[in-house]
């Protein structure tokens, strides 16, 4: 059984910076294309940053230029640098691959930007 564990978010200031990390049981984050998604109450979860093969990473427009998604393959995780936060971040953020596995969905991990 496939299970995905993220960590990380909290409450940060606009323009403040905030790193999530995800690890995983049952399965293998280096090897695989991964994404982190985000979901606010009421909206449809969306894939905000991708990693594949050869470290090839993929940004939704939102977050192009202020988040970084990367992994560490010895540690086995995977992270997104967030930097340049707005208030339009504040989620729960998720960790699956891309496309998504059904049963892949953790507790996420929330973000709040907010002064």
């Known amino acids: 059984q496939v299970q995905f564990v993220e960590s990380g978010g909290g409450l940060v200031q606009p323009g403040g910076s905030l790193r999530l990390s995800c690890t995983a049981s049952g399965f293998t984050i280096n090897t695989n294309t991964m994404g982190w998604y985000r979901q606010v109450p009421g909206k449809q979860r969306e894939l905000v940053a991708s990693i594949g093969f050869y470290a090839i990473t993929n940004y939704a427009d939102s977050v192009k230029g202020r988040f970084a998604i990367s992994r560490d393959n010895t540690k086995k995780t995977l992270y997104l640098q967030m930097d340049s936060l707005k208030p339009e971040d504040t989620a729960v953020y998720y960790c699956?691959?891309?496309?998504?596995?059904?049963?892949?969905w953790g507790q996420g991990t929330q973000v709040t930007v907010s002064s």
């Open positions: 699956n691959t891309n496309p998504f596995r059904s049963d892949g």
